[in-house]
């Protein structure tokens, strides 16, 4: 199974200021159609998680720009501009590429 | 709109079995592949079985041989059959549409404990 390692697992950000969260996976996540299958999740307190960012930098439906995605083969981060209250939750990465499907430890974000 | 709704959770005693629902609405079940997703208490997310629109299926290797995921085209749902549960598959269970899930339903909560 390819193994994906988040970091830091948890951050403290004080509202309007950056933030950014790295994500390495054990295998290239660099498929043969020359896509890249990493993704980031968000999960607000007491919710589902839902997607944020597919294929390394594309935002899903609804995604504000703040957020921002980047990287390739192992090594992948994302990236909020200017942190909101709202922005507090989990993030995960997840390598789309193999099955089974796997997902980063989790990154708690909160505001200071 | 996608909407996943998820039933079937509670309680149940090591050993004992239970059936997940996940009913869907805004799309069609048969024509996408459909996951379930499962988060322990006070863990992280841990992908457990998908269903693809051509019927084959896949499983996590911590329940191969003791879950079963189907769906009903008829009732536009899908299905986890779990058997010979153990502690360890105490989660909160998440539908979701997609291999890689794009919309997730608002989970439900099995319990293995005597």
């Known amino acids: 199974d390819i193994m994906m390692t988040q970091t830091p697992l948890s951050l403290s950000v004080t509202p309007g200021q950056p933030a950014s969260i790295s994500c390495k996976s054990s295998?290239?996540?660099?498929?043969?159609?020359?896509?890249?299958?990493l993704y980031w999740y968000l999960q607000k307190p007491g919710q589902s998680p839902h997607l944020l960012i597919y294929?390394?930098?594309s935002r899903f439906s609804g995604v504000p720009d703040r957020f921002s995605g980047s990287g390739s083969g192992t090594d992948f981060t994302l990236k909020i501009s200017r942190v909101e209250a709202e922005d507090v939750g989990v993030y995960y990465c997840?390598?789309?590429?193999?099955?089974?499907?796997?997902f980063g430890q989790g990154t708690k974000v909160e505001i200071k | 709109e996608v909407q996943l709704v998820e039933s079937g959770g509670g309680l149940v005693q090591p050993g004992g079995s239970l059936r997940l629902s996940c009913a869907a609405s805004?799309?069609?079940?048969?024509?996408?592949?459909m996951s379930w997703v499962r988060q322990a208490p006070g863990k992280g997310l841990d992908w457990v079985s998908v269903?693809?629109?051509?019927?084959?299926?896949y499983y996590a290797d911590s329940v191969k041989g003791r879950f079963t995921i189907s769906r009903d085209n008829s009732k536009n749902t899908v299905s986890l059959q779990m058997n010979s549960l153990r502690a360890e598959d105490t989660a909160v269970y998440y539908c979701?549409?997609?291999?890689?899930?794009?919309?997730w339903g608002q989970g439900t909560l099995v319990t293995v404990s005597s």
């Open positions: 979701a549409r997609g291999v890689t899930p794009q919309h």
């Open positions: 294929e390394v930098s």
């Open positions: 805004g799309f069609t079940v048969s024509s996408n592949y």
């Open positions: 295998q290239s996540l660099l498929h043969s159609d020359g896509k890249t299958y």
């Open positions: 997840m390598q789309g590429i193999h099955l089974p499907r796997t």
């Open positions: 269903i693809y629109s051509g019927g084959s299926t």
